[in-house]
């Protein structure tokens, strides 16, 4: 891109009536974003959809400064960028029609030939939901998936941390410019996440993170990923917004399910309870939905690593539905020499683990 045009983007980018859907529809339209400006205004009030109003900043100087002062701090700290036309824009988020005209990016960031997932929740996570995101991550690391986050407090550093202890390339999506961190306690894990991805956002070194960025930047989140995962979560909250508009996109959302009385689980429970998300107990769920246990190699490492964590008479349990297919519960208590008190609770241990499902007639069988 020219300097020019890189200057045209950025004014755009700076009127505040032209958002990324007009901007794209502008520049369609034009040819260009430096065609944008050369055109006269009564040509492109003739554009479906475009009014007075919205491009009454259109030749305003101090769109043509900012986008200046911008350009000088990006050049001055070797700040990348990638335009929504390039081929190292995110592919996912190019099928989004408000994906940002414009990304700014720093670190070592590479999404050819990676699964892509993001992972959000309440920045307030418990013991279970921390237990199950470590969980998650390294049981998918085999898999080599980029992990997208917002770099907040709670699952996002969990998940982010996470897939850099197993080497997992992750980005930060952030609700700010690149000249800083948020929150600050989380400047000790910027180097490493640069090492092993990077960070992303839409918004200028001036851009502070307020309350409406977050709400903006949770569309990039979901925008960029095949599928979008919620941990934990209260009634309300920034995740279920991300959920919301990855259903927007049609991209696969998954909710983990906890205890019915327990406060950041309402928002999973009901997210499933909804229909608006698939339940996830165990990274063979994500798996077997997105179609990636087509990868036969893959998805046995996969549960290997999971069979890992069971216990004997989990085990045993699990060999014999391996073998002899689906069994009733009776069938399974009597087979493996087991009490049936002992085999009911130990299945829904199992189940939640994720390495087994209960089908309709009472059956089991190993997944």
């Known amino acids: 891109m ?43 009030l003739k554009i479906d959809g475009i009014g007075s109003f919205t491009i009454q900043g259109l030749k305003d100087s101090e769109h043509i400064e900012a986008a200046e002062d911008e350009l000088r701090y990006i050049r001055d700290n070797d700040i990348g960028y990638c335009y929504f036309t390039d081929v190292a824009y995110p592919k996912y988020l190019k099928h989004c029609v408000d994906g940002p005209l ?75 410019g690149l000249n800083q961190t948020y929150p600050k306690v989380h400047s000790k894990y910027t180097a490493e996440v640069e090492k092993r991805g990077g960070f992303m956002t839409e918004f200028w070194s001036t851009s502070s ?23 934990e979560s209260a009634e309300k909250g920034g995740s279920l917004v991300t959920a919301d508009i990855a259903n927007s996109y049609d991209r696969e959302v998954f909710a983990v399910p906890g205890r019915a009385h327990d406060k950041y689980s309402t928002g999973c429970n009901n997210l ?10 165990s990274a063979a769920d994500l798996i077997y939905l997105l179609g990636w246990e087509l990868e036969q190699k893959e998805t046995k490492a996969v549960q290997k690593q999971l069979f890992v964590e069971l216990d004997d008479v989990e085990k045993s349990i699990y060999m014999y539905l391996q073998k002899e297919g689906k069994q009733l519960l009776d069938s399974i208590a009597l087979d493996c020499q087991l009490p049936i008190f002992k085999v009911s609770s130990t299945l829904l241990n199992m189940e939640m683990k994720g390495v087994i499902r209960p089908l309709p007639g009472k059956l089991f069988e190993a997944i």
Request: glycine letters at 6%.
């Open 2 to 44: 020219t300097t020019d045009e890189l200057i045209a983007v950025l004014r755009l980018q700076s009127i505040p009536n032209i958002g990324d859907v007009t901007a794209k529809k502008l520049i369609s339209h034009c040819g260009s974003a430096s065609a944008v400006f050369d055109d006269k205004l009564q040509n492109l």
């Open 102 to 176: 414009l990304l700014f990016k720093s670190g070592s960031i590479d999404f050819e030939n990676h699964k892509i997932i993001s992972i959000v929740g309440t920045r307030n996570i418990t013991s279970y939901g921390m237990a199950f995101c470590e969980r998650l991550v390294e049981d998918l690391a085999l898999l080599d998936p980029v992990i997208i986050s917002g770099f907040a407090y709670g699952v996002d550093i969990c998940a982010q941390k996470t897939a850099v202890k197993h080497g997992l390339q992750t980005i930060g999506c952030l609700a700010h």
């Open 209 to 231: 993170p307020d309350r409406e960025n977050f709400l903006k930047r949770n569309r990039i989140i979901a925008g960029m990923s095949e599928a979008t995962i919620v941990i």
């Open 272 to 281: 499933i309870k909804q229909q608006k998300a698939h339940m996830l107990t």
